[in-house]
């Protein structure tokens, strides 16, 4: 005998397809969600770690500039330091040179003139005074040139000075000083 199944078997089969469909559905649904939601924890958690590193790096480049401010600091102070050391090195170097400068004006200074002034910037030397005659004048100027120590002796006025005397002149002068390292070898 054979079954007939009279039972609407088609509305049936699509209730469960549809149920299937719908399961599926939900499934993907929920797997979705689940995803989206994986996806949303581990975009955070990137970011979070991204932000700790960028504090931790904004940490050390303000501990570095930090030190970079000392370094130059200490860099600036070193300079001064140095330059200290340059100025009195300069000064220690130069110290016999004050003595060999009066020695030679003394030296070259004829009878009958003296110095009433005498002003040095770096290595002219101005030089004022007074003369009993124009002559005691060039007599100064001559020894000067023929000095070892000094050199260019330039006359840039003379002047009657009749409260000195009948003949006496005031007179201005410019004289350059040799380099002292050159001249080490001649000293007296």
Known sequence: MSTINLLPWREWRRQQRRQQFLKGLGIVAVFAVLSIFIWDLLVNYLIDRQQNRNDYLREHIAQLDREVSEIR???QRRNQLV???EIIQALQDNRPL???LFDQLVRTLPDGVFYTALNAKGSVVALEGVAESNNHVSQLMRGLDASEWLDSPKLDA???APEYGDQAATFKLTVTLSSLRADEDRLP
């Open 83 to 85: 330059e200290r050391m």
């Open 98 to 100: 004050v003595v060999r």
């Open 73 to 75: 600091e200490l860099q």
């Open 158 to 160: 003379v002047q009657s």
